[in-house]
C-alpha cells in the first residue's frame, strides 16, 4: 500500500513538472516554426529563415528578425541543415532573467538587436506568408551577423569570449 501511494506520488509530480514547462511559440493556429538554418556564409553571418507574427506584414517581419536573434543568443539553431552554429550564444541559465533591463532595451522596436539582423531578400514567398485570425504569419530569409552579435555580448559583459 505505501508503495502504491510512493509511485502514485512520483507519477504526479512528473506529470505537473512536465506540464509546468514553458510550451513552444505558436503561431499561425496550432503550428509550431521554429528557426532554421539555411546555411551560413564565410563571413561568419548565417543565414536562417524565421517566423514571426502580428497585425501587418511589417510587425510579422520585425517579429521574425526578433525572434531569429533570440534563437541565436539564447538557444542555438538546430533545425535545418547543418552549418550553423547550434549552441547558444549565451550558454549562462537564466541569463534573460539576468540581464532582463539590458535584453528588454536590446529587443525594443528599432533596437540594439536590428545590428545584427537583415532580410537577406526583400520579398516574403507566397507561401510563407500565413492569415491567422489576430493577423499575419510570416516566414523571412534572414542573415545573423553571429560573430559581431557574440562579440557585441562579450564587451557588453554577458558572455566571457574566449
Not at 57 to 79: C, P, S
Amino acid at each position: 500500500m505505501k508503495n502504491k501511494l510512493i509511485n502514485s506520488l512520483i507519477i504526479a509530480s512528473t506529470i505537473l513538472m512536465a506540464s509546468g514547462c514553458a510550451a513552444p511559440v505558436t503561431v499561425a493556429g496550432n503550428y509550431t516554426y521554429k528557426t532554421e538554418c539555411l546555411g551560413n556564409d564565410q563571413d561568419g553571418t548565417q543565414i536562417v529563415k524565421a517566423w514571426g507574427s502580428g497585425k501587418r506584414r511589417a510587425e510579422a517581419v520585425d517579429q521574425a528578425m526578433k525572434n531569429a536573434v533570440n534563437d541565436v543568443l539564447f538557444k542555438g539553431i538546430t533545425e535545418g541543415i547543418n552549418g550553423c552554429e547550434m549552441k547558444p550564444i549565451v550558454s549562462e541559465v537564466n541569463a534573460r532573467q539576468k540581464f532582463a533591463s539590458y535584453f528588454n532595451s536590446f529587443f525594443t522596436d528599432k533596437g540594439a538587436y536590428l545590428n545584427f539582423v537583415e532580410p537577406r531578400y526583400r520579398n516574403i514567398q507566397d507561401g510563407d506568408l500565413k492569415s491567422t485570425r489576430s493577423g499575419l504569419t510570416a516566414g523571412i530569409i534572414l542573415r545573423i551577423y553571429h560573430a559581431e552579435l557574440k562579440q557585441k555580448m562579450a564587451e557588453d559583459g554577458i558572455i566571457r569570449y574566449y
